[in-house]
């Protein structure tokens, strides 16, 4: 979701970490994913809070590099979880994906240095949701075999192509985590076959906060600041969700 | 047109007018018809000028948003480009109706345009940027291909559009310019046949009007207009009708005007002659009463001039003894006696000439009816008139004209009494005449008195007229009362008229009129029937 205010999603990780901590992971699949979800969150919303400094059209280096990014995104993490992820072993499956979501956090940032300092234009389309979306597919790359994680949506809601919830996606979105009886935060994991291996799939939702409807409330169809139509969307609303697979 | 009535005639001219009308009416309906079918055929072609223009736009749309959709991946510029997929699709459907063939290689070409271009998104989504470049590069190819079959179907259908707007234009114009002569024709020979049917309506009634008028006036030889078919031609029957029972009436009017008049006269001549009756019964009494009496006075004085003689006679021989101057007086006391009983025999005389002619007048005639030879008689009394005139009056001079049908039949009366009534007139005519020659006193006044007859078939007819002084207008109905006249007194007695008048009346059945000009002359016509019966008839009515 390239254009999902940053706000939103800081919040909404603020809401996923709430349950991430009052619920722990019964399995070590649930445990990744979400440490997986919480970190991705974390970059998005140091992002988010460094969005004034980075659609500063008046200040070039911005210092927001890979070095600044990732540390304040394990500042959060750790904040959020209690646990630094370097203590984490490094040949585990959830001390490699991590390291690739650190990785990833650091790549994309440096790989947008150009655009983040770039003096003379204020909005530049780095926010948190092009960062994640970003992020993303860095870490897709890194960890090809054992994970990929997407930040998806309902389909009406989705606005980058990419973005795209495929079959399953749609599927849970709509059958559970947008069903009425649904418990709010609540993730929605399962063991299903990808291209004919299990693999463990979880869909952990994000709502909208007050912040998020700047660009996705009402009055629908009005232009945001990008450009794009409002989806008419309230508070509390399921606004998205991170998609995480992990092969078996 | 005129064997028709004015209602078939307004009947026919409305139902011309109205077929005039309404086949003019069937033929612009047609051609609007056809007109509306080629404009409506133009305006379909305009449609689909509009279609092929729409799709191309919503084709452009389509091209546009799958390009923005490949740069930046926004699932809007997917749906703005499916949405204008499916517009175009729209167009293309109703387009597809004027050319399905066209259509279904714009639907080809555009199949796979889209065909390209998804895979080319796709590949795109998948950062595979150089295979999205060149299928991106052959969906163009597509594109040009749909552009340029979209652009011919507008250039054709411009093209048909154009030519059936002419065509439309070209009926219309057609069909106006028709339309205006046929109703320019209708028009004027409305303008004709209203004018034609108010000359067939207009005429009758002016003749119709002109012999209303006529009647009006009291003319009913007045012509009346030909009774026709038509309502005009009922008036005129009913006003010939109308003409022919006024006729009769004033046929009617005239004879019991005249029959009015004649019981007018009627009853003045019952009232002369009641009149004339009692007078003669008065005058009969008073003459029979004053005869004795006047004989004996006339007698006497008679007697006495032959006394008076014998004893001139007698006494001569003592007379002689006398004085000169006794002798010369006792002649003439003798002599004055003798002319005294003469002037007494004198007007004894004449007055038992009154009593006598009072006695005829009452009596009536009394002689035999014969036949008369009516111009001799009238030559014998005016030879008596004339001689009696000049035995008293020796200046006494008049002229005759005379005008004497000598065809005249002898006619039938009592030629005594006529002679009087004759003597009458010709005597009054002598006196008129002469009285005007004395007034006029040296001027060059020559008296005439002219005598006519004239045989009139049942009756004949006597004017006596003269050049004298006239009657004034208010004496005329006095004339043939007794006893009264204009002349002084001792010259008339009055009655000569009043005689005349029964006589030509009460006795001949006949009537005597009098025309007459103050100054310049008088005409009593007398006009007697020639029967008997006749003369019976009147004189009992």
Redesign the interface.
């Given at each position: 979701m390239?254009f999902l205010l940053p706000r939103c999603l800081a919040a909404s990780l603020v809401v996923a970490s709430l349950a991430f901590a009052a619920a722990p992971p019964a399995d070590e699949d649930t445990v990744i994913a979400q440490n997986l979800a919480e970190m991705l969150r974390d970059a998005r919303t140091v992002v988010s809070n460094n969005q004034d400094l980075i659609n500063n059209p008046e200040l070039g280096d911005k210092h927001l590099n890979g070095q600044m990014v990732p540390d304040q995104t394990l500042k959060l993490y750790q904040k959020a979880t209690g646990r630094d992820p370097a203590t984490i072993d490094p040949n585990s499956r959830q001390g490699r994906l991590l390291r690739a979501m650190m990785a990833a956090i650091a790549a994309v940032t440096d790989d947008n240095q150009a655009t983040i300092n770039e003096k003379g234009t204020g909005f530049k389309g780095f926010i948190p949701a092009v960062f994640a979306r970003l992020v993303c597919?860095d870490f897709n790359q890194r960890a090809k075999a054992e994970a990929e994680v997407k930040v998806t949506a309902p389909p009406e809601l989705?606005?980058?192509?990419?973005a795209?919830p495929d079959a399953w996606e749609a599927d849970i979105m709509k059958t559970k985590l947008l069903a009425a009886a649904w418990p709010k935060g609540q993730s929605y994991s399962a063991i299903v076959d990808v291209d004919g291996h299990p693999a463990f799939r979880i869909m952990v939702p994000e709502y909208y906060v007050g912040s998020c409807l700047v660009c996705h409330g009402s009055p629908k169809g009005e232009m945001d600041v990008t450009g794009?139509?409002k989806e008419g969307g309230k508070v509390g609303d399921l606004g998205a969700a991170i998609s995480i697979t992990l092969y078996h | 047109m005129a064997g028709l009535t004015i209602r078939m005639r307004l009947i026919l001219l409305t139902a011309a007018g109205l077929l005039v009308l309404v086949a003019t009416n069937f033929y612009l309906t047609r051609a609007l018809g056809d007109n509306s079918a080629g404009m409506v055929k133009a305006a379909g072609l305009l449609a689909g000028i509009e279609q092929a223009d729409s799709a191309q736009i919503a084709f452009g749309e389509m091209r546009y948003w799958m390009t923005d959709l490949a740069v930046s991946q926004l699932t809007l510029s997917e749906r703005n480009a499916q949405a204008a997929k499916a517009r175009m699709e729209q167009h293309l459907d109703k387009l597809a109706a004027w050319n399905p063939q066209r259509i279904a290689a714009v639907r080809s070409e555009l199949a796979q345009y889209d065909q390209f271009a998804d895979k080319a998104v796709d590949e795109y989504t998948n950062d595979r940027r150089v295979i999205g470049n060149s299928l991106l590069a052959q969906a163009r190819q597509h594109s040009l291909a749909v552009d340029q079959l979209l652009a011919s179907i507008v250039a054709d259908l411009t093209d048909e559009a154009v030519a059936a707007r002419q065509k439309a234009m070209a009926e219309a114009a057609a069909a106006t310019r028709l339309s205006r002569i046929v109703v320019a024709a209708a028009v004027l020979v409305g303008i004709l046949l209203t004018f034609l049917l108010l000359r067939t309506i207009v005429v009758p009634l002016r003749r119709l009007i002109a012999a209303m008028d006529g009647l009006n006036t009291g003319n009913v030889d007045v012509a009346i207009p030909k009774a026709g078919a038509d309502e005009i031609g009922a008036v005129a029957l009913t006003l010939g009708r109308f003409r022919d029972t006024l006729k009769e009436q004033n046929r009617r009017e005239r004879e019991l005007r005249a029959a009015h008049d004649e019981l007018k006269a009627t009853q003045a001549s019952l009232i002369h002659a009641e009149k004339m009756a009692s007078l003669g019964q008065l005058t009969a009494g008073i003459a029979h009463e004053i005869k004795n009496p006047l004989n004996f006075v006339n007698n006497f004085a008679s007697l006495s001039v032959e006394l008076l003689d014998e004893l001139k006679q007698t006494a001569r021989p003592a007379i002689n003894a006398l004085g000169a101057d006794k002798r010369a007086e006792v002649d003439e006391v003798i002599d004055m006696l003798t002319g005294n009983l003469e002037k007494i025999a004198e007007h004894g005389r004449r007055a038992d000439g009154i009593v006598k002619s009072m006695l005829a007048h009452s009596h009536g005639g009394s002689g035999e009816r014969q036949q008369v030879d009516l111009n001799a008689l009238i030559e014998e009394a005016l030879n008596l008139a004339y001689h009696g005139a000049r035995a008293q009056d020796r200046d006494f001079n008049i002229t005759f004209e005379r005008e004497l049908d000598r065809t005249l039949a002898p006619i039938e009366l009592v030629p005594q009494d006529v002679t009087r009534v004759l003597l009458n007139l010709f005597g009054n005519a002598f006196y008129a005449a002469d009285k005007r020659r004395r007034e006029a006193a040296g001027a060059a006044f020559q008296p005439v008195m002219r005598v006519a007859t004239r045989d009139l078939g049942k009756e004949v007819e006597i004017r006596v007229r003269d050049n004298g002084t006239g009657i004034p207008p208010e004496l005329r109905d006095k004339l043939f009362q007794p006893f009264f006249t204009t002349k002084p007194t001792g010259e008339g007695t009055g009655l000569g008229l009043s005689i005349s008048y029964d006589i030509v009346t009460q006795q001949h059945g006949g009537t005597i009129t009098v025309d007459s000009r103050v100054g310049e002359f008088t005409e009593f016509t007398i006009r007697l029937p020639r029967s008997r019966q006749a003369a019976t008839a009147a004189t009992q009515a």
């Open positions: 390239r597919e989705v606005r980058n192509r990419k795209r794009y139509p | -």
